[in-house]
């Protein structure tokens, strides 16, 4: 019997504010994982802003995701547009700042159904920007979010 992942290829969107600290990690961490399971699911990020387009990721960001394996440093920030919408499945954000911001650009109810918290709840992935000591503690929450999209999608 053929699985969910022969015959189903997500795509996937992590947004944050600028895209350069956890939606990075998202996107990295969610690739990571998908390919171990052999998942060719489509995983990008964008920031609701516009200061970071063309950069890379934080190097606090990097730093994390490498000490666990992950390469980031590759990833290059863009800001959420609502041609998105169209071209991705689920739309994950990181904070409620980010979710509102995200459905103002909703065009109808069906794009609004794709955006959620990627934390279970109203529970908010806080911004590593101002505490260097946040980004393992966003770093795990990340992935433990990541764990859960996979297992119920596969």
């Known amino acids: 019997m ?42 990008d990020s964008a920031g ?47 904070d409620l700042d980010n979710y509102r911001d995200v459905l103002r650009k909703a065009r109808s109810e069906a794009d609004r159904l794709k955006v959620q918290l990627l934390l279970e709840g109203q529970t908010e992935v806080p911004d590593p920007w101002y505490d260097d000591a946040l980004f393992e503690p966003v770093y795990n929450m990340i992935y433990k979010a990541c764990e859960r999209l996979i297992i119920n999608n596969y």
């Open 2 to 43: 053929r699985g969910k992942k022969d015959t189903y290829k997500m795509k996937v969107l992590m947004v944050c504010l600028g895209n350069i600290c956890r939606s990075p990690l998202a996107e990295g961490i969610l690739r990571h994982l998908a390919a171990e399971k052999g998942l060719h699911w489509e995983i």
């Open 48 to 94: 609701t802003g516009n200061w970071h387009v063309g950069d890379p990721p934080d190097h606090r960001s990097v730093k994390v995701a490498r000490h666990h394996g992950i390469d980031i440093s590759h990833l290059r920030g863009r800001q959420f547009s609502t041609a998105d919408f169209s071209d991705f499945d689920r739309i994950f954000v990181m």
